[in-house]
């Protein structure tokens, strides 16, 4: 009887957690469902990014908060900031993206 009893108050005990847990914020004020939902699109949006086999994308940093991709980063050149920004664009879960990404002035170029 005291085994079912302890085991009894702990699946109690865990049915709390697991109900208060799904209305629980995470630290940045975001539900937990929807920070696992911008984890879920920053994944799609690198995985599509790597996909890309005609550009180096690897220098690129993705963040999505509440649905909104932000790139960031240095590519090559205008083409591949514009290829970069269409790719993440094509993840129906985004809302909107912000590019913030850079090109990579080649030394030549800067003047003197």
Known sequence: MRVFSSTAKLLIALLL???FASGCTTLTGRSTGRYVDDQTIT???KA???EDKASNFTR???KTVD???YLEGVVDSDADRATAESIARGVPEAMRVVNQ???NTPPSALPR
Request: glycine share 12%; hydrophobic share 60%; no cysteine.
């Open 48 to 50: 599509r990014l790597t």
């Open 67 to 69: 649905g909104v991709v």
């Open 60 to 62: 690129i940093a993705v």
């Open 17 to 19: 957690v697991a109900s």
């Open 43 to 45: 994944g799609k949006v």
């Open 101 to 103: 990404l850079q090109v």
